[in-house]
Structures are given as structure tokens and as C-alpha cells.
């Protein structure tokens, strides 16, 4: 029995973090192309509303009406947020270090 309820907890929290990681790369993706895209405002609206539809419908349904559930599932989505956001850090700053590397190149 406790097993179970344990089981059920670590899926609601791999749930949690897949949404997050939707969540938060489409977030980082989104940031990322506002450059190009011409209305910002509009791209940045869209994703936004999209992204927060799939995940509060996921959070929903996934999750269910149990309370222990969706607190695992926020735990799980809490820490996709965190190694999403040191990951992102990394990239961006590994990047700034190649263009420097490439502007002092030429």
C-alpha cells in the first residue's frame, strides 16, 4: 500500500518536471525570438497563453484532485524550473564565450 501511494507520488513528480521543461524551454525559446519576430508583443502573448493552457490542463488532468499529487507535481515542476534556468545560463554564457573567441579571431 505504501509503495503504491510512493509510485504514485514520483510519477505526479516526473509529471511536474515535464511540464515544467515545456514550460520553461518554450519560455526560453520564445525570449529568444522575439528578436526576429516582428511583433514581439504578439509572439510573446501567444506563447505565453499557449504554454500556460497546456500546463494548467496538464496539472489538471494529469495530476487529478489529489492533494499530495499536486504538491508533488509543483515540487516537479519547481525543479525543471531550476535546471532549466542553470542550463539556459550555461548555454548563454558558453555562447557569449565562442562569439568572443570569434570577434577576436578575425
Not at 66 to 95: H, V, Y
Amino acid at each position: 500500500m505504501v509503495m503504491n501511494e510512493f509510485l504514485d507520488l514520483a510519477i505526479a513528480l516526473a509529471e511536474g518536471a515535464l511540464l515544467g521543461v515545456f514550460f520553461f524551454v518554450g519560455l526560453w525559446l520564445t525570449v529568444r525570438k522575439m528578436e526576429s519576430f516582428q511583433p514581439a508583443a504578439l509572439l510573446f502573448l501567444a506563447s505565453m497563453l499557449l504554454r500556460t493552457a497546456i500546463v494548467l490542463l496538464g496539472f489538471y488532468f494529469i495530476l487529478g484532485d489529489n492533494w499530495q499529487r499536486l504538491l508533488a507535481g509543483l515540487l516537479g515542476f519547481t525543479l525543471a524550473r531550476i535546471i532549466i534556468m542553470r542550463l539556459t545560463r550555461r548555454l548563454e554564457q558558453s555562447g557569449q564565450l565562442l562569439e568572443k573567441g570569434a570577434s577576436h579571431e578575425s
